[in-house]
């Protein structure tokens, strides 16, 4: 999975899309959050669940343990791994979701520049990636150690030149579960490793190279170039 995102809809939307009946702790707002080209070390909002509340927090991109000083804040997890090392022992618990709009690859198909592509679902709803992160709570309000990754899977084998991983997506009736403190930590791994939404479930185009530069935003980001979508699998 690249390291770019989008994040464009309200709370709201992402919150109706879970379909939760927990009472919402908003610490986001009611506007649209307007992520068109989020990148790494980006506060984007994140849900996860404390005594019976669904929890929005904007939370930073990327999180690493306090005695990993030697190294960059990774911003994804790789599914079969992350219960079981070290580096992200700490989180593993703390499981949380990450409703996105979409995600972008660049792929290489022999011009001077990679094209970027934009990955969405195909009904246009919103993707409920799994992710483990450490966020205020109870014990403590925000942090400057707070962050998230995003946990992620082999995207089926891949393709030449575009990124082999894609996120660990989750049906609402998953990503709920995944929620609850009270399914077990294998439960969890089980969810991930096996239960994550097919590619048949996503579709691709190709989008403006202006996505390239982080400093770009804006809707006409995310709006298909002339040549139209590809026909074949991207993941």
């Known amino acids: ?81 992350v219960a079981h090392g070290p580096f992200f022992r700490a989180i593993w618990p703390h499981r949380a979701i990450i409703a996105i709009n979409g995600w972008f690859e660049w792929v290489d198909e022999g011009g001077p520049k990679k094209q970027p592509y934009l990955i969405r679902r195909r009904d246009r709803g919103a993707i409920l990636c799994a992710a483990i992160g450490q966020y205020p709570n109870a014990e403590h309000g925000p942090s400057e150690h707070d962050g998230f990754v995003i946990i992620t899977a082999d995207s089926e084998g891949g393709m030449v030149d575009v990124h082999d991983r894609r996120p660990v997506s989750l049906s609402a009736q998953l990503a709920r579960e995944w929620l609850d403190s009270a399914t ?41 170039v002339e040549e139209g979508p590809v026909s074949g699998p991207l993941f």
């Open 1 to 81: 999975m690249c390291g770019r995102l989008t994040q464009y809809h309200g709370i709201h939307d992402f919150v109706a899309a879970l379909s939760m009946p927990n009472p919402l702790v908003n610490n986001v707002g009611d506007r649209p959050l307007d992520h068109y080209n989020a990148a790494p070390t980006t506060q984007l909002a994140l849900f996860h669940q404390e005594s019976g509340y669904l929890h929005a927090d904007r939370v930073r991109w990327g999180w690493r343990p306090h005695w990993a000083k030697d190294r960059a804040a990774p911003i994804n997890a790789r599914v079969e791994k």
């Open 184 to 224: 077990p930590k294998e439960r969890a791994e089980q969810m991930a490793l096996l239960q994550g939404e097919p590619t048949e479930a996503f579709e691709w185009y190709q989008v403006d190279r202006a996505v390239g530069n982080v400093r770009n935003q804006g809707s006409h980001l995310i709006r298909p």
